[in-house]
Nanobody, 119 residues
Framework: EVRLAESGGGLVQPGGSLRLSCATS????????MSWARQAPGKGLEWVAS????????HYADSVKGRFTISRDNAMKTLYLQLNSLKTEDTAMYYCANVLRPSPTMTPRGQGTQVTVSS
């Protein structure tokens, strides 16, 4: 069974930083491109960032480019997202996915981790 467990979210002030983690099991992690997506209240799932199997190539949504960094540790079967210079509009539930680009209608497998940016 594929399991994705996100963690690391929290309440942070604008300009602050967080590091999200996604622990995985049930599939061969280093065979899969991975991604992060987020969902704000009342909105659909928004793709945030992607990384290829070896970590050699990354892609970012324009809204987070230059502020967020996706990475992975294939030995630990874990995906990461470093969030810097956070803005109030980054407030959302964040999910990881074992696809390169999650569909806006995709149902996340994990429980997500909440990021709230507020002063």
């Amino acid at each position: 069974e594929v399991r994705l467990a996100e963690s690391g979210g929290g309440l942070v002030q604008p300009g602050g930083s967080l590091r999200l983690s996604c622990a995985t099991s049930g599939f061969t992690f280093d065979f899969y491109d991975m991604s992060w997506a987020r969902q704000a209240p009342g909105k659909g799932l928004e793709w945030v960032a992607s990384i290829t199997t070896t970590g050699s190539t990354t892609h970012y949504a324009d809204s987070v480019k230059g502020r967020f960094t996706i990475s992975r540790d294939n030995a630990m079967k874990t995906l990461y997202l470093q969030l810097n210079s956070l803005k109030t509009e980054d407030t959302a539930m964040y999910y990881c996915a074992n696809v390169l680009r999650p569909s806006p209608t995709m149902t996340p497998r994990g429980q997500g981790t909440q990021v709230t940016v507020s002063s």
